[in-house]
């Protein structure tokens, strides 16, 4: 079975431009959450959604970030205009709503804004 | 407020013994689950084991063990006899209620502790 697929794993791109990060969850995952590492800091949470429907987005740093999950699948999140702040590790993950414990992660996507 | 203290920026340990990596918690809701997440140089977050704040014994998986101590709030993780392949981030993580429900959805991740096991 595949894990939590995210892609790409790297990006750099100029301030002032816009990026898109993806992830698969594993199929049948109705719970996709997004989370992020900044500047070595500790891994944060962004939003969280079940099926296509957002559930929290209360951790999102501002509206320069999107993300969607269309039709309860994949879900992208697209930042824009990108600052250089937002330079980190994105992480994806996903669970089964029968799942209490294991939340399953990607190997996340390094946003690099120079 | 929620928040996961990590002490340890970096271990070492001796391939074959066991390490302890340190975690304290502080939540003020009576319910909550620690988790622990293995991270190695692929980046890839791998699950660990999971403790409820109402179970009664230490989790266990494997070599993993939760040392599970709730009135100090604590919850290290002991890895008995380290392998090469143990070398990795490890992050503790709590998540308030019993279970990933409603507004319980959140992991609150400390800082994570590096280990290095030496052949």
């Known amino acids: 079975e595949a894990g939590v697929t995210q892609f790409p794993s790297h990006s750099v791109i100029e301030k002032g431009q816009t990026v898109t990060l993806r992830c698969d969850p594993i199929?049948?995952?109705?719970?996709l959450y997004w989370y992020r590492r900044v500047m070595g800091k500790e891994i944060k949470f962004l939003l969280h959604f079940v099926k296509e429907s957002k559930q929290d987005e209360s951790g999102m740093p501002n509206n320069r970030f999107l993300a969607e999950r269309t039709g309860g699948t994949y879900s992208t999140l697209k930042v824009q205009p990108a600052e250089l702040e937002d330079s980190g590790v994105y992480f994806c993950?996903?669970?089964?709503?029968?799942?209490?414990?294991?939340?399953?992660f990607g190997s996340g996507t390094q946003l690099s804004v120079l | 407020a929620q928040k996961i203290t990590q002490t340890q920026p970096g271990m070492f340990v001796q391939e074959k013994e066991a390490v302890t990596l340190d975690c304290t918690y502080d939540?003020?809701?009576?319910?909550?689950?620690l988790f622990w997440y293995k991270q190695p140089s692929s980046g890839e977050m791998i699950f660990l084991i999971y403790?409820?704040?109402?179970?009664?014994q230490n989790a266990t998986e494997g070599r993993y063990s939760l040392n599970f101590q709730k009135a100090r709030k604590s919850a290290n993780l002991v890895i008995s006899a380290s392998q090469l392949g143990d070398s990795a981030m490890y992050f503790c993580?709590?998540?308030?209620?019993?279970?990933?429900?409603?507004?319980?959805?959140?992991?609150?991740f400390g800082a994570g502790t590096r280990l290095a096991v030496h052949p």
């Open positions: 939540t003020s809701d009576p319910s909550y689950g």
């Open positions: 993950a996903s669970r089964h709503s029968q799942t209490n414990e294991k939340l399953f």
């Open positions: 403790q409820g704040s109402y179970d009664q």
């Open positions: 199929s049948g995952h109705d719970n």
């Open positions: 993580a709590m998540r308030e209620g019993l279970m990933f429900s409603g507004g319980y959805n959140k992991l609150i």
